[in-house]
């Protein structure tokens, strides 16, 4: 079976730094993008960015770019999204998706459980 | 940049079709993704391309695309497909993060 798991729920406080993890198993890790999603509370789906273990290339959404930083380690079939600093409008649910493409289409499945980072002083 | 446009919220009679709608520049390139999000749990991917349905989804769900509009059909509702769909496609640049703002679904 073809899942991601992530790391559990993390509380925070301003100015903290975090990593979470992506454990992939079931597939050749290092064959697909592994993308990250942010979903604020109450809030719709915003992608992050996305990375290919096999050789670490890695994109960032305009929105993301510089605000988070996005790794692999692909000897232990994990994907990680970190922050140093973090902020209280960083408190979101965080989804890594195994993302497929196609010359026309993308689509991402299967997805993580989800991790929930809140940030409070 | 690209970006879609779906409906906050619609709804359906129990047993009946209803039809959720993304439009954007990005779909008369690309084809669009569609995914189920029920409270507390992680989006499921429901279809994908032009009208592919990922092992375990239910025949009822259905896409289709014209012009700059995709969209996501279920063809007789059940309770279990209350829940927020959203569709996904491609910038101008060929990236994956374009995001509707999600269509909440209600069946009646």
């Known amino acids: 079976e073809v899942q991601l798991v992530q790391s559990g729920a993390e509380v925070k406080k301003p100015g903290e730094s975090l990593k979470i993890s992506c454990k992939g198993s079931?597939?050749?890790?290092?064959?697909?993008?592994i993308g990250w999603v942010r979903q604020m509370p109450g809030k719709g789906l915003e992608w992050m960015g996305i990375?290919?273990?096999?050789?670490?290339?890695?994109r960032y959404s305009p929105s993301f770019q510089g605000q988070v930083t996005i790794s692999a380690d692909k000897s232990i079939s994990t994907a990680y999204l970190q922050w140093s600093s973090l902020k209280a409008s960083d408190t979101a649910m965080y989804y890594c998706?195994?993302?497929?493409?196609?010359?026309?289409?993308?689509?991402?499945?299967?997805w993580g459980q989800g991790t929930l980072v809140t940030v409070s002083s | 940049s690209s970006e879609l446009t779906q409906d906050p919220a619609v709804s359906v009679a129990l047993g009946q079709t209803v039809r959720i709608t993304c439009q954007g520049d990005?779909?008369?390139?690309?084809?669009a993704s569609w995914y189920q999000q029920k409270p507390g749990q992680a989006p499921v991917l429901v279809i994908y391309?032009?009208?592919n349905r990922p092992s375990g989804i239910p025949d009822r769900f259905s896409g289709s695309s014209s012009g700059n509009t995709a969209s996501l059909t279920i063809t007789g509702a059940q309770a279990e497909d209350e829940a927020d769909y959203y569709c996904?496609?491609?910038?101008?640049?060929?990236?994956?993060?374009?995001f509707g703002g999600g269509t909440k679904l209600t069946v009646l």
């Open positions: 391309g032009k009208n």
């Open positions: 990005s779909l008369r390139s690309y084809y």
């Open positions: 998706a195994r993302t497929h493409s196609s010359p026309t289409y993308n689509w991402f499945d299967p």
């Open positions: 079931g597939y050749s890790f290092t064959s697909y993008w």
């Open positions: 996904n496609s491609r910038d101008s640049s060929g990236n994956p993060w374009v």
């Open positions: 990375i290919y273990p096999g050789d670490s290339d890695t």
